[in-house]
């Protein structure tokens, strides 16, 4: 069974890859498979806010408390 606060489709490793690809160049792809259409134009803009933005993004993604548009946790 699902836990009623999880999102199913979503996976924490494919959000953890995405977030490390913006170290690369390509920052905010992870903000746009979440959903946060707004904030992933503005990582790919401004690059991650330098960077900033996406090393806390790591953080979150890692800790588990990183959720989707919807509000629901990222598993």
């Known amino acids: 069974m699902n836990q ?41 803009i401004t690059g991650g806010f330098f960077g900033i933005g996406t090393l806390i993004d790591l953080i979150i993604i890692i800790s588990g408390d990183y959720s989707d548009v919807n509000g629901k946790k990222i598993s």
């Open 4 to 44: 009623p606060n999880t999102v199913t489709y979503n996976k924490k490793d494919i959000v953890l890859v995405l977030c490390l690809i913006g170290f690369v160049g390509l920052a905010g792809l992870h903000r746009f498979y979440t959903g946060h259409i707004f904030l992933g134009i503005l990582y790919l």
